[in-house]
Nanobody, 118 residues
């Protein structure tokens, strides 16, 4: 079992930055692919970024160049650095873990709200 807890969300002005953190409990954190998804009320959840291995990260096209995913296996933590935020980035952001990255990841955090004001 893996438990995930997100932190670092909040309100920021357009053009600003936030860093989300996701702390994982459980063993073998380094085995898991870690990902961030987001969801706006009334819309489907969408993929944002994933850390599949220390050397491979993937991003949705709409965040590429603005967001960076990273992980610290010693701290069992994955981060999402979000720069140049836009109002359309407003959403609940979820951390997820699985052996591979897929829409229905095995483990999910409860989510954290990010609000970007214009």
């Amino acid at each position: 079992q893996v438990q995930l807890v997100e932190s670092g969300g909040g309100l920021v002005q357009a053009g600003g930055s936030l860093r989300l953190s996701c702390a994982a409990s459980g063993r073998d954190f380094s085995r898991y692919a870690m990902a961030w998804f987001r969801q706006v009320a009334g819309k489907e959840r969408e993929f944002v970024a994933a850390s599949r291995s220390p050397s491979r990260s993937d991003y949705a096209h709409f965040v590429k160049g603005r967001f960076t995913i990273s992980r610290d296996n010693a701290k069992n933590t994955v981060y999402l650095q979000m720069n140049s935020l836009r109002p359309e980035d407003t959403a609940v952001y979820y951390c997820a873990a699985d052996i591979t990255v897929r829409d229905e990841m095995d483990y999910w955090g409860k989510g954290i709200l990010v609000t970007v004001s214009s």
